[in-house]
């Protein structure tokens, strides 16, 4: 599978990551990476609030972890990616900490 466009997302002005993704959609990824997530929270009875303070402090040690250049396993980095999606659907995020650019 080819993807066509890179996703850069930042996090406190810190680059934590670089994406390969199939469209320049924010709700599309949103669906593929961050609702997943959202959903199953709610199921085992987590409500907004509780939720959006775990994925922050989620991004936060991540976020750390990469200006101390230190090794961020594969996993964690697809996990960084679903709760920043979700931060940024919850308007915690700002809307413009994140850039899609077309692939040559």
Excluded: H, W
Aim: one cysteine or more.
């Amino acid at each position: 599978m080819k993807y066509k466009y890179l996703f850069y997302c930042y996090y406190n002005d810190i680059r934590v990551g670089k994406y390969k993704v199939d469209g320049d959609n924010f709700n599309e990824l949103y669906e593929v990476m961050g609702k997943p997530l959202i959903m199953d929270g709610f199921k085992k009875g987590i409500n907004c609030k509780l939720q959006c303070m775990g994925y922050k402090i989620f991004c936060d040690k991540i976020a750390k972890q990469v200006e101390r250049c230190e090794k961020v396993k594969a996993s964690d980095y697809l996990l960084f990616l679903s709760c920043y999606v979700s931060l940024v659907k919850y308007n915690k995020i700002n809307d413009t900490e994140y850039l899609f650019i077309k692939r040559k």
